[in-house]
Protein backbone atom coordinates (compact mmCIF):
# COMPACT_ATOMS: atom_id res chain seq x y z
CA UNK A 1 0.00 0.00 0.00
CA UNK A 2 1.92 3.42 -1.15
CA UNK A 3 0.94 6.00 0.96
CA UNK A 4 2.22 8.77 -0.74
CA UNK A 5 1.45 8.65 -4.75
CA UNK A 6 3.69 11.42 -6.67
CA UNK A 7 2.89 12.42 -10.22
CA UNK A 8 3.98 12.72 -12.93
CA UNK A 9 6.98 10.68 -13.04
CA UNK A 10 9.02 12.86 -15.39
CA UNK A 11 8.07 16.41 -16.36
CA UNK A 12 10.01 18.16 -19.58
CA UNK A 13 9.50 21.99 -18.98
CA UNK A 14 10.85 25.05 -20.99
CA UNK A 15 13.33 27.61 -19.15
CA UNK A 16 11.41 29.96 -17.53
CA UNK A 17 8.00 27.99 -17.47
CA UNK A 18 6.03 26.67 -14.28
CA UNK A 19 6.48 23.19 -12.85
CA UNK A 20 3.30 21.93 -11.19
CA UNK A 21 4.30 18.48 -9.04
CA UNK A 22 1.52 16.46 -7.41
CA UNK A 23 1.60 14.27 -4.45
CA UNK A 24 -1.75 12.35 -2.63
CA UNK A 25 -1.41 11.05 0.62
CA UNK A 26 -3.57 8.46 2.44
CA UNK A 27 -2.85 8.70 6.14
CA UNK A 28 -5.03 12.03 7.93
CA UNK A 29 -2.70 11.31 11.10
CA UNK A 30 -0.03 12.82 9.08
CA UNK A 31 0.95 16.18 9.79
CA UNK A 32 4.16 17.41 7.93
CA UNK A 33 4.40 17.56 4.18
CA UNK A 34 8.44 18.66 2.96
CA UNK A 35 9.58 18.00 -0.37
CA UNK A 36 13.16 17.40 -1.22
CA UNK A 37 15.23 17.77 -4.43
CA UNK A 38 18.03 15.20 -5.23
CA UNK A 39 20.88 15.55 -7.49
CA UNK A 40 22.26 12.46 -9.26
CA UNK A 41 25.35 11.03 -6.82
CA UNK A 42 23.80 13.75 -3.82
CA UNK A 43 21.31 12.52 -0.85
CA UNK A 44 18.04 14.59 -0.85
CA UNK A 45 18.31 18.63 0.23
CA UNK A 46 15.04 20.12 1.90
CA UNK A 47 13.63 22.61 -0.49
CA UNK A 48 10.25 23.82 1.58
CA UNK A 49 8.07 22.32 3.94
CA UNK A 50 4.10 22.37 5.23
CA UNK A 51 2.31 21.92 7.75
CA UNK A 52 -1.97 20.88 7.55
CA UNK A 53 -2.84 24.18 9.05
CA UNK A 54 -1.32 26.09 6.58
CA UNK A 55 -3.08 26.25 2.54
CA UNK A 56 -0.02 27.36 0.80
CA UNK A 57 3.81 28.28 1.96
CA UNK A 58 6.06 30.20 -0.74
CA UNK A 59 9.68 30.26 -0.62
CA UNK A 60 11.44 31.62 -3.61
CA UNK A 61 10.47 30.39 -6.88
CA UNK A 62 9.32 27.30 -4.65
CA UNK A 63 5.67 27.42 -3.65
CA UNK A 64 4.01 24.17 -1.84
CA UNK A 65 0.07 24.53 -1.83
CA UNK A 66 -1.86 22.10 0.10
CA UNK A 67 -5.87 21.00 0.32
CA UNK A 68 -6.51 19.23 3.04
CA UNK A 69 -9.70 17.88 2.38
CA UNK A 70 -8.77 16.36 -0.67
CA UNK A 71 -5.77 14.88 1.03
CA UNK A 72 -3.48 16.56 -1.67
CA UNK A 73 -0.21 18.64 -2.26
CA UNK A 74 1.88 20.25 -4.44
CA UNK A 75 4.95 21.81 -5.46
CA UNK A 76 4.85 24.76 -8.62
CA UNK A 77 8.53 25.68 -9.38
CA UNK A 78 8.13 29.29 -10.70
CA UNK A 79 10.47 30.71 -13.88
CA UNK A 80 12.22 26.60 -13.97
CA UNK A 81 15.65 27.23 -14.28
CA UNK A 82 18.10 24.23 -16.01
CA UNK A 83 19.73 24.04 -12.49
CA UNK A 84 16.26 22.81 -11.52
CA UNK A 85 16.88 19.82 -13.39
CA UNK A 86 16.85 17.36 -10.59
CA UNK A 87 14.61 14.26 -9.18
CA UNK A 88 12.01 15.95 -6.94
CA UNK A 89 10.17 14.08 -3.59
CA UNK A 90 6.93 14.64 -1.99
CA UNK A 91 6.71 13.08 1.13
CA UNK A 92 4.63 12.89 4.99
CA UNK A 93 5.34 11.96 8.59
CA UNK A 94 3.62 12.35 11.40
CA UNK A 95 5.24 13.88 14.65
CA UNK A 96 6.52 16.26 12.71
CA UNK A 97 9.75 16.85 11.44
CA UNK A 98 11.30 14.54 13.27
CA UNK A 99 9.11 12.09 12.14
CA UNK A 100 9.35 9.16 9.85
CA UNK A 101 9.21 10.33 6.39
CA UNK A 102 7.03 8.78 3.73
CA UNK A 103 8.25 9.41 0.76
CA UNK A 104 6.68 8.99 -3.01
CA UNK A 105 8.43 7.41 -5.70
CA UNK A 106 9.90 11.10 -7.16
CA UNK A 107 9.80 13.27 -10.57
CA UNK A 108 12.42 13.42 -12.91
CA UNK A 109 12.44 17.37 -14.06
CA UNK A 110 14.25 18.43 -17.08
CA UNK A 111 14.19 22.18 -17.91
CA UNK A 112 15.37 22.87 -21.36
CA UNK A 113 16.76 26.01 -22.17
CA UNK B 1 28.72 23.75 10.81
CA UNK B 2 29.88 19.88 9.28
CA UNK B 3 26.94 17.99 6.93
CA UNK B 4 26.42 14.46 7.32
CA UNK B 5 28.97 12.54 6.22
CA UNK B 6 29.05 8.73 5.18
CA UNK B 7 31.28 5.78 4.49
CA UNK B 8 32.47 4.15 2.02
CA UNK B 9 30.80 5.89 -0.85
CA UNK B 10 30.14 2.68 -2.29
CA UNK B 11 30.53 -1.06 -1.79
CA UNK B 12 30.44 -4.37 -3.58
CA UNK B 13 29.92 -7.40 -1.89
CA UNK B 14 28.70 -10.99 -2.26
CA UNK B 15 25.11 -12.38 -1.42
CA UNK B 16 25.40 -13.66 2.33
CA UNK B 17 28.27 -11.90 3.48
CA UNK B 18 27.41 -8.80 5.84
CA UNK B 19 28.64 -5.43 5.74
CA UNK B 20 28.76 -2.36 7.80
CA UNK B 21 28.01 1.15 6.96
CA UNK B 22 29.42 4.28 9.38
CA UNK B 23 27.20 7.85 9.28
CA UNK B 24 28.75 11.10 10.94
CA UNK B 25 25.46 13.37 11.97
CA UNK B 26 25.90 16.96 11.27
CA UNK B 27 27.26 19.07 14.16
CA UNK B 28 24.96 19.60 17.03
CA UNK B 29 22.70 16.67 15.48
CA UNK B 30 20.92 13.71 18.31
CA UNK B 31 19.04 11.64 16.05
CA UNK B 32 20.00 9.59 13.13
CA UNK B 33 17.78 8.09 10.78
CA UNK B 34 18.99 5.78 8.00
CA UNK B 35 16.85 4.89 4.64
CA UNK B 36 17.14 2.99 1.76
CA UNK B 37 16.55 3.99 -1.87
CA UNK B 38 16.04 1.70 -4.10
CA UNK B 39 17.08 2.59 -8.10
CA UNK B 40 14.58 4.84 -9.06
CA UNK B 41 12.32 5.26 -6.28
CA UNK B 42 11.74 6.75 -3.36
CA UNK B 43 13.90 6.09 0.01
CA UNK B 44 12.71 4.07 2.46
CA UNK B 45 12.58 4.22 6.31
CA UNK B 46 14.57 1.83 7.57
CA UNK B 47 15.16 2.71 11.50
CA UNK B 48 15.92 5.98 13.74
CA UNK B 49 18.22 6.50 16.66
CA UNK B 50 18.41 8.62 19.45
CA UNK B 51 20.09 8.49 22.49
CA UNK B 52 22.06 5.32 21.42
CA UNK B 53 18.49 3.87 21.41
CA UNK B 54 16.65 2.44 18.27
CA UNK B 55 13.39 5.10 18.19
CA UNK B 56 11.38 3.14 15.72
CA UNK B 57 11.96 0.80 12.78
CA UNK B 58 10.11 0.52 9.52
CA UNK B 59 9.17 -2.63 7.47
CA UNK B 60 13.09 -4.01 7.57
CA UNK B 61 13.55 -7.91 8.88
CA UNK B 62 15.81 -8.29 11.39
CA UNK B 63 19.04 -8.39 9.48
CA UNK B 64 18.97 -4.81 9.82
CA UNK B 65 20.56 -3.06 12.53
CA UNK B 66 22.16 -0.28 13.85
CA UNK B 67 24.01 1.51 16.80
CA UNK B 68 24.14 4.84 17.90
CA UNK B 69 27.48 5.67 19.72
CA UNK B 70 27.78 8.63 22.06
CA UNK B 71 29.33 11.19 19.54
CA UNK B 72 25.82 10.35 17.93
CA UNK B 73 27.72 8.78 14.92
CA UNK B 74 25.82 5.53 13.74
CA UNK B 75 26.88 2.11 11.79
CA UNK B 76 23.85 0.18 10.13
CA UNK B 77 24.73 -3.41 9.62
CA UNK B 78 22.95 -5.53 7.50
CA UNK B 79 23.74 -9.83 7.26
CA UNK B 80 23.43 -12.07 5.09
CA UNK B 81 23.29 -9.82 2.43
CA UNK B 82 20.65 -10.75 -0.81
CA UNK B 83 21.04 -9.30 -4.17
CA UNK B 84 17.60 -7.06 -3.52
CA UNK B 85 19.70 -5.25 -0.69
CA UNK B 86 21.28 -3.34 -3.48
CA UNK B 87 20.43 0.31 -2.71
CA UNK B 88 21.53 3.39 -2.18
CA UNK B 89 21.68 3.55 1.81
CA UNK B 90 21.31 7.29 3.20
CA UNK B 91 21.69 8.53 6.61
CA UNK B 92 20.17 11.53 8.10
CA UNK B 93 20.35 13.61 11.06
CA UNK B 94 18.29 16.19 13.26
CA UNK B 95 17.84 17.41 16.59
CA UNK B 96 15.20 15.88 18.23
CA UNK B 97 14.42 18.74 20.75
CA UNK B 98 14.08 21.21 18.04
CA UNK B 99 10.34 20.59 17.24
CA UNK B 100 10.98 21.94 13.25
CA UNK B 101 14.58 20.47 12.76
CA UNK B 102 14.36 19.05 9.26
CA UNK B 103 16.10 15.69 8.66
CA UNK B 104 19.83 16.75 6.70
CA UNK B 105 20.77 13.84 4.41
CA UNK B 106 24.18 12.80 3.50
CA UNK B 107 25.25 11.87 0.38
CA UNK B 108 24.98 8.02 0.69
CA UNK B 109 26.62 4.91 0.30
CA UNK B 110 25.81 2.67 -3.14
CA UNK B 111 25.77 -0.88 -2.50
CA UNK B 112 26.23 -3.34 -4.81
CA UNK B 113 25.43 -7.00 -3.85
CA UNK B 114 26.50 -9.66 -6.68
Known amino acids: QQQVKQSPQSLIVQKGGISIINCAYE??????FPWYQQFPGKGPALLIA?????SEKKEGRFTISFNKSAKQFSLHIMDSQPGDSATYFC????????????FGKGTKLSVKP | ETGVTQSPTHLIKTRGQQVTLRCSSQ?????VSWYQQALGQGPQFIFQ???????GRGNFPPRFSGLQFPNYSSELNVNALELDDSALYLC?????????????FGNGTRLTVT
Open chain 1, 27 to 32: NTAFDY
Open chain 2, 92 to 104: ASSLKEQGNSPLH
Open chain 1, 91 to 102: AASRGGSQGNLI
Open chain 1, 50 to 54: IRPDV
Open chain 2, 49 to 55: YYREEEN
Open chain 2, 27 to 31: SGHNT
